[in-house]
Structure formats: structure tokens, C-alpha cells
């Protein structure tokens, strides 16, 4: 299993290059690499896209709790995808968490640019190194395309290709929007001065690692890794897949029904056995939070 997993995160180094040998510039001059590919893996690129625009006339005391800053156009379907959400015990205590926090913002709009997926940025944080605010940024076809199971496992669960049932698009986008709140949750816990030096240094190993023959024993990056806390890879998994654990508390509240429940826990697993093993702790204490008939295969 080590080695299958040392192989994909070859690939997903490797997908990283791309941008490096497209045709396109001069000969033997490499185009210039995409800032949000050196920032972070493609596949994780994919869903998630570029950070949040920070937001037009953001003042320091924005007053904390819930922004919605909503087209009218959209208005709709929004409103769908948070009653979904908040339909279940998950939604409902972490939308109260934060709509009753007046010492944090959370502001959630929605994005053109990326349709399908989803982002949280613009962490900002006070002097005594508490987040007090972040945008969570939503697609405005939130309720389409399923994130690849690599970085997401939870969210692809949601695929069922296997069953006859259809999960809902709502569903979906509130499983993404829970995803979302995962992020903001882990980000509330971390170190801001570690995230932010991770933030900073990251593009700069994966810069290192494109050009110099993708050695990851070079002494620059072994010394970059070690301030990061590891690979920008690990860093990075660790992150998607603390979104993944909230996203899988959302459909753990969300399908009580056995069958259906089983199908989805099941698909997840073989995922997370597949691509995270080594993170399967976290979602275990998941599974085991709920009553033992409901473990659908985990234990
Ligand atoms: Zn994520």
C-alpha cells in the first residue's frame, strides 16, 4: 500500500510539470509556471481553484458572524443548498457556531470562476493569533461534478455509480459547503504563523522541485520541508482531508437510512483505503461516533 501511495504522489508531482513542458514558448525557454500550480496540486487545483478575491471594503471590525454575499440571481438555488445543509444536526451547530460568533466573519459568496467546486481563503487573523475571518468562496453550479476520490473520498462517495440510488445535486453542493466549513474549523486550530509560512514557501519548494529534475533529497528542499512540516503533498492532503472529515460528519447526519448510508461509508472507504490510508484515523473516529450498527463495514 506504501508503494501505491509513494506512486500517486509521483503522479501528482508529476501532473505539477505540466505546465512546465506545454509547447507554446520558445525553445528551450519554459513558459512561465502558473502561480496556483506551484501553489498547490493540480488535482487539488481542480476542485478547488484560486484563493477567494478578497472582498471589496472589508473593514477591520467587520462585526463577526455570517455574510451572505449573494447575487440576486442565485439567490435560489443558495437558499437550497443551505436548508440542505442546515437539514441536518452537523449544518445546523456549525452555522449557529458561526453566525453567533461575534469575534469572527465568515463571508460566503458565490464565484464565477470556478463553477463546480469550491474555496475558502482569506484567512486573516487578530495580534493574539486568533482567525477572525474568512470567505468561503462557492461555485455557482455547486450542485455538479464529483472532485476526484485522490484528495476528496468523501465528496466522490457521492458518485454511487455501483447503486441504483441518485443522490440529489443539493446533496452534493451541501456536502461541498460542508467540506468548506471543514477548512475553516482546522484553520481555527493551526498554528496562523505556521500556516502562513506554509502559505509563502510552499510555491517556492515546488519551483525547486520542477527545475531541478523533480529530486526531493535536494538539500534545499530537505530544508524547506523541514520548516513547512513536511512536503508541500503532505501538507496539503492533510488539509483536504480534514475537509473530508467534516464533509463525511455532514452525510453521516444526512443518510440514516442503512442501505443507502452503507453504500455511500462503503464507497468511502475503499477511497480513503486506496488514497489515505494513513489518514484513516481521523475518519474512523468518525464512523465510531455513531451507533455500532451503523459502521457499515469500518470496523
Ligand atoms: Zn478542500
Request: aromatic fraction near 10%; charge should be negative; hydrophobic fraction near 35%.
Amino acid at each position: 500500500m506504501r508503494s501505491l501511495r509513494i506512486a500517486v504522489m509521483i503522479a501528482l508531482l508529476a501532473s505539477l510539470s505540466f505546465s512546465f513542458s506545454r509547447s507554446g514558448g520558445a525553445v528551450g525557454q519554459p513558459e512561465p509556471l502558473d502561480p496556483l500550480e506551484l501553489a498547490c496540486p493540480s488535482l487539488i487545483a481542480a476542485y478547488h481553484g484560486a484563493e477567494p478575491l478578497p472582498a471589496t471594503m472589508v473593514p477591520d471590525d467587520q462585526g463577526g458572524g455570517i455574510k451572505e454575499d449573494i447575487p440576486d440571481k442565485y439567490a435560489g438555488r443558495y437558499r437550497e443548498w443551505k436548508k440542505e445543509f442546515l437539514s441536518t444536526d452537523a449544518g445546523r451547530s456549525q452555522w449557529a457556531y458561526y453566525q453567533d460568533n461575534r469575534h469572527f466573519t465568515l463571508t460566503i459568496q458565490l464565484s464565477h470562476d470556478n463553477a463546480e467546486g469550491a474555496t475558502t481563503g482569506n484567512y486573516k487573523w487578530n495580534e493574539a493569533g486568533q482567525l477572525v475571518a474568512a470567505t468561503i468562496a462557492l461555485g455557482f453550479h455547486l450542485d455538479q461534478g464529483y472532485p476526484n476520490p485522490i484528495y476528496f473520498p468523501v465528496m466522490n462517495s457521492l458518485l454511487l455509480t455501483e447503486s441504483p440510488n441518485r443522490i440529489a445535486g443539493i446533496t452534493l453542493a451541501a456536502t461541498k459547503l460542508a467540506h468548506e466549513f471543514g477548512h475553516v474549523n482546522r484553520t481555527a486550530k493551526v498554528d496562523p504563523k505556521q500556516y502562513q509560512l506554509q502559505s509563502q514557501l510552499m510555491p517556492q519548494y515546488n519551483r525547486i522541485f520542477l527545475s531541478n529534475g523533480r529530486n526531493a533529497s535536494d538539500p534545499r528542499l530537505l530544508e524547506l520541508a523541514r520548516q513547512l512540516g513536511g512536503t508541500p503533498v503532505e501538507i496539503w492532503e492533510d488539509r483536504e482531508y480534514w475537509g473530508e472529515a467534516n464533509a463525511m460528519v455532514y452525510l453521516g447526519d444526512r443518510f440514516t437510512e442503512d442501505s443507502l448510508r452503507c453504500s455511500l461509508f462503503s464507497r468511502m472507504r475503499q477511497s480513503i483505503d486506496l488514497y489515505a490510508k494513513s489518514y484513516e484515523e481521523r475518519f474512523l473516529a468518525i464512523v465510531q461516533s455513531t451507533p455500532a450498527h451503523r459502521f457499515c463495514g469500518w470496523q
